[in-house]
C-alpha cells in the first residue's frame, strides 16, 4: 500500500508540469504550424498534377461523330422552345418536350412529384419531369448513365439556360442513331430547379416504399420505367449556344465530391475540342491577374472550400452524390457581343455537342464505378490539385490543440490532489488519505441540459403547435433560435456548479470540441477547418482560473462574437457590404438581418428535404458548445475559494 501512495512514483512528472505552465504557448504553436501548413498547400511543391487512374476511360481516343446536322437540329430546336416559352411564363412545355422525345424514338415517360410545404400550412405544390430512356442495344439494362437539364420558366429569377433542353435533344437524337453503346442512355428534364431532381432520384431508387405521409414533405412518387445501376451523371447548364466559356461545377450536398477521374475527363475533353472549360472558370481576360501564382492558387482553395462548407449543392449533380454516383455540371457561358472571337451560328454548337460526344463515350467504357481516384480533394488549379493525405495534417493540427489541453488540465488536477492530500495529512495525522471528489453528477445533469437546448432548436420550427404561430417561416425560425439562445446565455447565471465543476466542464469542453471537430471535418473538411480556424483560439484561451480581469473580459466578448446566429449575421453582413456597396450602413444592418433569418428558414427547408446536416450542426452542435464556452468565459463559482493547482499557465 505504500508504494501506491508514494508520491515520488506518480506519473505527473516534470515535463507534464513544464507543459501544463506554457499550455497556451503550446496550443498556439499547433495551431500556427497547422495554418501555416494549409497556406503551403497553394505552393507547387506541395500539390500534385492531376492525371488520369482508370485507364479504362481511354479520353480523346475516338473520333468525334457529331457533325454540323446536329447543330442545325439544336437550333431549331430552340427556335421551338422559344416560341413554346411565351404560352408558359411560369409552368413548363411538357408536351412540347414529351414529342419531341417521343419524335426521336426514345421510351418516353412522365415523372409526377408533389411537395408538402414545411411552412405552408397544409399547402402543395405539384411539378412533372419528362426522361428518355435509349436502351443498351448490347447488353441488357444493367447500367446506365443520366444526361440532365434543368428547365427554368421566364418568370424564374435565375440565369436563362433554356438552350440547355435544345442541346440535350440534339445529344440525344445523335446517340439513338449510333449501336455501341454498353449502357442505357437516360435523358433527364427536371422542373423547379433541384427539387425535381430530388423527386426524380428518391422515386429512381425508392420509389416502390410507401413514404409515409406523417413525416415526409416530398412526395416522389413512383417511376414507370427504371433502366439500369446508375454508374454517372452530366448535368447540363448553357446559356447560350454561343459560349465563351464552361464552368465545372463539382461540389454537392454537405460537400461531397465527384471521383477526381470524372473532373479530369471533363477538362481533357473540353481541351481536345477548344472549348475554354476549369473549376470556377470566369471569362477572359486581355490583361493578365498581377497576382502571383500562390494567391491565385490560394484564392481557388478558398473559394472551393467556401462553397463546400455550407453543404448547398451548386447544381442538380449534387444531389446524385448521396447514392453514390459520380455526377458533375457543366455551365456554359454566353459569349459577349464584343468579344474578340468571330462567331459562326451555323456551327457555334458543334464543340461542345462534340464533347459531350466524347464524355459519353468514355463513360460508356468504364467496365465499373469510379473508385481509383480521390474523392477527397481540393482543386488548386485546372490541373493541380491537393489529396486528403496532404490537407488532413492542417485540421488534425488544429485538432490537437484541444486534446493536448485536455490532457495538461487533467493532469494539472490530479497535482492539486495530492497536494491537497498531503497538507490534510499533515494538518491531521489521524487521516490516512484523501481522494479530490468531483461534481461528475452535475456536470453532466449541465450537458445534458445545454444538449437539449440544442435539441429543442433543431426540433421546435417544425412542430404544428409552433407552426399556427401568425408569423413566416423566416421570422419563426429566427424567433426560435433567438430565445433558445437568450436562455444558453442566461443559464450560467442561474446555473452554478459546485466546486471543481468549472474545470471537470472545461475538460469535457475539450474532449466533445476535438472529437466534433475530427468527425466535421472528415465528413466535410471545408466546414471543420473554417470552423477549426475561427474557434481554436478562443477555446484554448478560456481558463475558468485566470484572475486577469482584463483577459477575462477579453474572453467573454471573444465567446459572445462566436455565437453562431452572430457569426451567421457577420457573414451575411459582410456578403452584403460587397454586393450592395450603394446601401447605407442602416439599410445593410437591415437587409442583413432579413438575409440572415431567411438563410435560417432555407436551410432548415434543405435539411428536412434534401438532406443537409448544416443546421442541425449549428443548432445540435455548435449551439451547446457555444454554451458551455460561455458558461466558461463567465466562470461563475459557489464559494469564494476553491483548491487550484499551484501551476501558472501561460
Known amino acids: 500500500m505504500g508504494l501506491l501512495s508514494d508520491p515520488s512514483l506518480s506519473t505527473h512528472n516534470k515535463l507534464v508540469d513544464n507543459l501544463a505552465k506554457h499550455v497556451r504557448k503550446v496550443c498556439y504553436a499547433f495551431y500556427t504550424a497547422g495554418v501555416v501548413w494549409f497556406l503551403c498547400l497553394a505552393l507547387p511543391e506541395f500539390n500534385h498534377g492531376t492525371y488520369l487512374s482508370e485507364n479504362a476511360l481511354s479520353p480523346g481516343l475516338v473520333y468525334p461523330e457529331i457533325r454540323i446536322d446536329a447543330n442545325r437540329l439544336a437550333v431549331q430546336l430552340l427556335e421551338e422552345l422559344q416560341r413554346e416559352r411565351k404560352d408558359h411564363q411560369s409552368t413548363t412545355p411538357h408536351a412540347w418536350i414529351l414529342a419531341k422525345f417521343n419524335e426521336f424514338g426514345l421510351e418516353t415517360h412522365t415523372h409526377n412529384y408533389s411537395l408538402r410545404y414545411p411552412f405552408g400550412g397544409g399547402k402543395e405544390f405539384h411539378g412533372k419531369n419528362i426522361y428518355g430512356i435509349l436502351r443498351a442495344p448490347r447488353i441488357g439494362s444493367t447500367e446506365g448513365i443520366v444526361f ?201 454548337a458543334v464543340p461542345l455537342l462534340k464533347a459531350i460526344e466524347g464524355i459519353a463515350r468514355s463513360l460508356n467504357n468504364l467496365l465499373e464505378r469510379f473508385h481509383q481516384s480521390f474523392f477527397f480533394y481540393v482543386i488548386v488549379h485546372n490541373d493541380r490539385y491537393i489529396s486528403i493525405g496532404d490537407y488532413m495534417p492542417a485540421l488534425v493540427a488544429l485538432v490537437a490543440c484541444s486534446f493536448i489541453k485536455a490532457y495538461l488540465t487533467w493532469s494539472t488536477l490530479d497535482a492539486s490532489a495530492i497536494v491537497l492530500s498531503q497538507e490534510t495529512i499533515a494538518l491531521k495525522p489521524d487521516t490516512k488519505s484523501l481522494k479530490l471528489s468531483l461534481p461528475y453528477g452535475s456536470v453532466l445533469i449541465y450537458l445534458a441540459v445545454v444538449l437539449l437546448i440544442g435539441y429543442l432548436a433543431n426540433v421546435l420550427p417544425l412542430q404544428h403547435y409552433i407552426l399556427e404561430l401568425p408569423l413566416n417561416a423566416a421570422p419563426l425560425t429566427a424567433t426560435i433560435l433567438i430565445a433558445l439562445s437568450l436562455i444558453g446565455f442566461v443559464l450560467p447565471f442561474v446555473v452554478i456548479l459546485p466546486d471543481g465543476g468549472l474545470e471537470l466542464l472545461h475538460i469535457s469542453l475539450l474532449l466533445i470540441y476535438g472529437c466534433t471537430l475530427i468527425v466535421i471535418g472528415l465528413l466535410n473538411f471545408s466546414l471543420g477547418f473554417f470552423v477549426g480556424v475561427l474557434t481554436v483560439p478562443m477555446v484554448v484561451a478560456l481558463n475558468t482560473s485566470t484572475r486577469n480581469s482584463t483577459l477575462r473580459s477579453l474572453a467573454r466578448v471573444w465567446t459572445l462574437l462566436l455565437n453562431p446566429l452572430v457569426v451567421i449575421y457577420i457573414i451575411v453582413l459582410v456578403m452584403s457590404f460587397h454586393q450592395f456597396p450603394e446601401l447605407t450602413m442602416q439599410q445593410l444592418l437591415l437587409r442583413a438581418a432579413t438575409a440572415a433569418m431567411d438563410a435560417a428558414a432555407f436551410a432548415l427547408v434543405d435539411s428536412v428535404i434534401y438532406g443537409n446536416w448544416l443546421y442541425f450542426a449549428i443548432c445540435t452542435i455548435f449551439l451547446p458548445i457555444w454554451i458551455i464556452c460561455w458558461t466558461l468565459a463567465l466562470a461563475r463559482r459557489r464559494g469564494n475559494e476553491i483548491h487550484q493547482p499551484k501551476l501558472k499557465t501561460n
Open 148 to 348: 440532365s437539364a434543368p428547365y427554368r420558366a421566364p418568370s424564374s429569377v435565375h440565369v436563362e439556360i433554356s438552350p440547355s433542353v435544345p442541346l440535350l435533344l440534339a445529344f440525344a437524337d445523335f446517340a439513338r442513331r449510333k449501336n455501341y453503346w454498353a449502357k442505357d442512355l437516360i435523358f433527364l428534364v427536371t422542373e423547379q430547379e433541384q427539387l425535381g431532381m430530388q423527386a426524380w432520384l428518391e422515386a429512381y431508387h425508392d420509389g416502390d416504399k410507401t413514404p409515409d405521409s406523417s413525416n415526409s414533405y416530398l412526395l416522389s412518387g413512383n417511376l414507370p420505367a427504371r433502366a439500369g445501376s446508375l454508374q454517372a451523371a452530366l448535368n447540363i447548364e448553357v446559356q447560350d449556344l454561343e459560349i465563351d466559356y464552361v464552368d465545372v461545377k463539382i461540389e454537392g450536398l454537405n460537400g461531397k465530391l465527384p471521383n477526381l477521374d470524372m473532373f479530369n475527363l471533363v477538362q481533357r475533353i473540353m481541351a481536345r475540342e477548344g472549348v475554354t472549360s476549369g473549376y470556377k472558370q470566369t471569362p477572359r481576360k486581355k490583361r493578365r491577374s498581377s497576382l502571383s501564382n500562390f494567391e491565385q492558387n490560394l484564392r481557388q482553395m478558398l473559394a472551393m472550400l467556401a462553397t463546400q462548407s455550407s453543404g448547398v449543392p451548386n447544381g442538380n449533380h449534387g444531389l446524385f452524390h448521396r447514392y453514390r454516383i459520380d455526377a458533375l455540371t457543366i455551365s456554359a457561358a454566353k459569349r459577349v457581343t464584343n468579344s474578340n472571337v468571330k462567331s459562326n451560328p451555323t456551327s457555334s
